[in-house]
């Protein structure tokens, strides 16, 4: 499974940005999707994550109602609508994939969002 993210960049704070994460390869396999971030000096957190059919979302508290993650099957593309965005969201940003089998993950080379205040 490869993943490619994109639709990052420096916003002003109260905007909103999409980003995409583009997954190839044996996309069947996958069990569910997430989006990760990580600020400087800080650990990798979970943001958003949901399953392969949409059918189960779950989000971080401090994105509740702010963030959207979503997937386009046809396309085996996850997205993650973010408004309201704050200067606290500034990190790269990554998308993950964990298989059905064995639990394997696979991570997205990250795409950077800066808020600025």
């Known amino acids: 499974v490869q993943l490619v993210e994109s639709g990052g960049g420096l916003v002003q704070a109260g905007g909103s940005l999409r980003l995409s994460c583009a997954a190839s390869?044996?996309?069947?396999?996958?069990?569910?999707m997430g989006w990760y971030r990580q600020a400087p000096g800080k650990q990798r957190e979970l943001v958003a994550a949901m399953d392969s059919d949409g059918g189960y979302t779950n989000y971080a508290d401090s994105v509740k109602g702010r963030f959207t993650i979503s997937g386009d099957n046809a396309k085996n593309t996850m997205y993650l609508q973010m408004n309201s965005l704050k200067p606290e969201d500034t990190a790269v940003y990554y998308c993950?994939?964990?298989?059905?089998?064995?639990?394997?993950?696979?991570w997205g080379q990250g795409t950077q969002v800066t808020v600025s205040s």
């Open positions: 993950n994939a964990v298989t059905w089998a064995g639990g394997y993950a696979y």
């Open positions: 390869g044996s996309t069947f396999s996958i069990n569910h």
